[in-house]
């Protein structure tokens, strides 16, 4: 069984921390139902990152979530390494990283996504999200098999990502259907903001996803104290309820 705290067994949010005051107060305006983004890149190296991700894992109580930081593959080592020995609740990886991470994690319990990226053609979608293979030509597979492949390597969604906000919500929908169909969780990420947060969501709901967990990043944080506004994560919520009350 997964350790995040789902509303009604259904959506947690995933927004960034900046600090530990931040996290903490994020924790409480979404009443535990959330992830708290800490982004491997931000830190030199992997010692150091575990010393500080660990204290996020105490004032979050255990509701933290590994970052790549804005999908950079180049982090996925560092993601694997640093979830190796602190464990958390939430990790976030590239599709071609996920097995590797599952097997540093020795049979915890931890949630793990899996980074596939929109191609412009409903139903398909790119797996190439790795260090290298992000280098060569773009492997385009269906939905459904890369559904079956993450839960192969040992994923628990696919994280869809850079959506552009609703730029791509028809072919988000064809994922939303796919992942609904598998009974597989979907992550929905980039572009989701206060303004298409609800429609996003909707899409998702509609079609029927189990367990959906959307990232809002950059669109709520705070330009000059670089903090998540507690109080949009209270407005998030609040939306979160209305749709599934």
């Given at each position: 069984m997964d350790r995040l705290d789902f509303y009604k067994g259904r959506i947690c949010l995933n927004v960034l921390g900046n600090n530990l005051k931040n996290a903490e107060e994020i924790v409480e305006a979404?009443?535990?139902?959330?992830?708290?983004?800490?982004?491997?890149?931000?830190?030199?190296?992997?010692?150091?990152?575990?010393?500080?991700?660990?204290?996020?894992?105490?004032?979050?109580?255990?509701?933290?979530?590994?970052?790549?930081?804005?999908?950079?593959?180049?982090?996925?080592?560092?993601?694997?390494?640093?979830?190796?020995?602190?464990?958390?609740?939430?990790?976030?990886?590239?599709?071609?990283a996920?097995?590797?991470t599952r097997a540093a994690l020795d049979g915890s319990s931890n949630w793990i996504n899996s980074l596939v990226s929109p191609t412009g053609m409903p139903g398909m979608v790119n797996i190439s999200t790795g260090p290298l293979s992000s280098k060569e030509d773009k492997a385009i597979i269906p939905v459904r098999t890369a559904i079956a492949m993450i839960k192969e390597m040992g994923g628990n969604s696919i994280k869809y990502f850079p959506m552009g906000g609703l730029k791509t919500a028809d072919e988000f929908r064809v994922v939303a259907r796919e992942c609904a169909g598998a009974g597989f969780a979907l992550e929905p990420t980039g572009g989701i903001d206060?303004?298409?947060?609800?429609?996003?969501?909707?899409?998702?709901?509609?079609?029927?996803?189990?367990?959906?967990?959307?990232?809002?990043?950059?669109?709520?944080?705070?330009?000059?104290?670089?903090?998540?506004?507690?109080?949009?994560?209270?407005?998030?919520?609040?939306?979160?309820k209305e749709l599934i009350e």
């Open positions: 979404a009443e535990g139902h959330v992830v708290v983004g800490v982004l491997s890149a931000n830190y030199p190296d992997t010692t150091s990152a575990i010393e500080k991700m660990k204290k996020y894992q105490e004032v979050t109580k255990d509701r933290l979530s590994v970052g790549l930081g804005a999908g950079n593959p180049n982090q996925c080592y560092m993601v694997s390494d640093i979830s190796s020995v602190i464990k958390p609740a939430h990790i976030n990886q590239v599709f071609s996920v097995g590797m206060m303004d298409n947060f609800r429609e996003i969501l909707k899409i998702a709901i509609e079609e029927g996803v189990e367990k959906i967990i959307p990232h809002v990043y950059s669109s709520i944080i705070d330009k000059t104290t670089g903090d998540t506004k507690v109080e949009d994560v209270r407005k998030l919520l609040s939306i979160i």
